[in-house]
T-cell receptor, first 112, second 110 residues
């Protein structure tokens, strides 16, 4: 089983739609969680951290479920500019920052 | 504020040649990483450095060596390049809020 698994997609949605991505992780000792977005032929860029209490940034909401070992990302009112690959990242922490493990990514295409 | 800077951006090597990919960050971060990204494979960790003077293997370290020269710089060396090392290489450094990436090096080994 992979350490981090994501819905492979691709997701094709119209502008204005709500779309959700899920990601599961296998290591229960994982401490930190993130969502990144990556545009074609560009570097990954941090979208948001994911906290146990959930967090929201504008149209984006991230949730963590430690009991079931998954994280989610919800995008509301999708824009054309949201088209990208979304990467789930998990870190097993400790006294210092540890290895960041990436999922394979979910491709999102938002169409007019 | 440059963030994470990688050089070169593009490189073509012949099989058996060696080269060093350079990475520098100006954010005073302790942790730095090297990843490779191949189509359909996502980002895979090659090596990481939790702090100056320490390095650890990641998921795919074979064929690579690293040097954490100082807090700012973390280099990746290919001693004898192979076609299987054709990839996009990303360096990153870690802040409290997450990791920040350089623009990548596109390496082709022929």
């Amino acid at each position: 089983r992979k350490e981090v698994e994501q819905d492979p997609g691709p997701f094709n949605v119209p502008e204005g739609a709500t779309v959700a991505f899920n990601c599961t992780y296998s290591n229960s000792a994982s401490q930190s969680f993130f969502w990144y977005r990556q545009d074609c032929r560009k570097e990954p860029k941090l979208l948001m951290s994911v906290y146990s209490s959930g967090n929201e940034d504008g149209r984006f909401t991230a949730q963590l479920n430690r009991a079931s070992q998954y994280i989610s990302l919800l995008i509301r009112d999708s824009k054309l500019s949201d088209s990208a690959t979304y990467l789930c990242v998990v870190e097993k922490g400790g006294t210092s920052y540890g290895k960041l493990t990436f999922g394979q990514g979910t491709i999102l295409t938002v169409h007019p | 504020n440059a963030g994470v800077t990688q050089t070169p951006k593009f490189q073509v090597l012949k099989t058996g040649q060696s080269m060093t990919l350079q990475c520098a960050q100006d954010m005073n971060h302790n942790s730095m990483y090297w990843y490779r990204q191949d189509p359909g494979m996502g980002l895979r960790l090659i090596y990481y450095s939790a702090s100056e003077g320490t390095t650890d293997k990641g998921e795919v370290p074979n064929g690579y060596n690293v040097s954490r020269l100082n807090k700012r710089e973390f280099s990746l060396r290919l001693e004898s390049a192979a076609p299987s090392q054709t990839s996009v290489y990303f360096c990153a450094s870690r802040a409290n809020s997450g990791a920040f990436f350089g623009q990548g090096t596109r390496l082709t080994v022929v």
